[in-house]
């Protein structure tokens, strides 16, 4: 089983930015493959707002193109996302997703993290 951690979530005005962390683990040998961070505002869907592939490639949702990046550290197993320029319809519950194999299983599974929330507020 893998475990994702997201941290970085707060409280932050309009115009502001912060950085996502989110933190992969096992207990057994695993292999992460795409990642991505997906958001959950009241009321609405939750939507992808940005995924990065095993060799780097990136996708955004149109919503956040030039303000967020997605990026990774594969030796560290951690997904970031560095969001700019933030809007109040940015508030949400920003979570974590990898696709990986982990041991004793050989077939990828969807991990998800917990969640962590961004309010953007004045």
């Known amino acids: 089983q893998v475990q994702l951690v997201e941290s970085g979530g707060g409280l932050v005005q309009p115009g502001g930015s912060l950085r996502l962390s989110c933190a992969a683990s096992g207990r057994t040998f695993f292999s992460l493959n795409d990642m991505g961070w997906y958001r959950q505002a009241p009321g609405k869907e939750r939507e992808l707002v940005a995924a990065?592939?095993?060799?780097?490639?990136?996708k955004y949702a149109d919503s956040v193109k030039g303000r967020f990046t997605i990026s990774r550290d594969n030796a560290k197993k951690t997904a970031y996302l560095q969001m700019n320029s933030l809007k109040p319809e940015d508030t949400a519950v920003y979570y974590c997703s990898a696709q990986a194999v982990a041991a004793p299983l050989y077939y990828t599974m969807d991990y998800w993290g917990k969640g962590t929330l961004v309010t953007v507020s004045s």
């Open positions: 990065i592939t095993g060799d780097g490639s990136t």
